[in-house]
């Protein structure tokens, strides 16, 4: 197997509430990108093969970091989250936040009610993600050469989920750590891909760039 680096995009549209209005960088998403991809040619890191998802936020993460000849892949894209949490408010009431310390409660109820399948006509059930993201992750891994992926936090989470075991309540915890633009590797050891590196934003520890160590 060839070892797997996970890119979170660079920060996006914090001010929407759905997906479609997410779904764009800002400015400081691109500096963000543009910071990662400085990084990676300064360190020489290598990375014959290169994918992202579909969506518009992975395609201007991939562009603006400077990589080139991106496979694009669907099953690399982020859950609807703002849809789930829609359906989760008409259906059991449950309030969408408005800030940050709301988001931090919402999003392990979101994903528990989303398992155990208490989320009516979602846009695909919990096993569906997790079964799309083990076979993209797996195909990734059978190819020739180290590859990085730049994909979306709660993706990041359930490769997390796969492969350290991880109960539903603790996705979520690792959901809401994922920094924009940041890090994370998966090494083959034995015959299982493990994590040897999570959360990593090199490209934004200096003095002047710390500002730019967001979440959402």
Known sequence: MSHITLIRHG??????????????LSELGHQQARWLGTHLADTRAHHPRVFCGTLTRHVETASSMGLTDVAQDPRLNEIEYFTLAQLFEAQHGVTIPADREGFVQHLPMTFTAWAEGRIQDAPETFEQFETRVSAALSEIAQGVGPAIVVTSGALISMVMRQAMGLDIPAMARVALAIMNTSMHRLYPIGTHLSPVLFNAVPHLEAPERQFAQTHL
């Open 11 to 24: 920060q996006a549209n914090t001010a929407a509430r759905d997906e479609t209005s997410y779904d764009r």
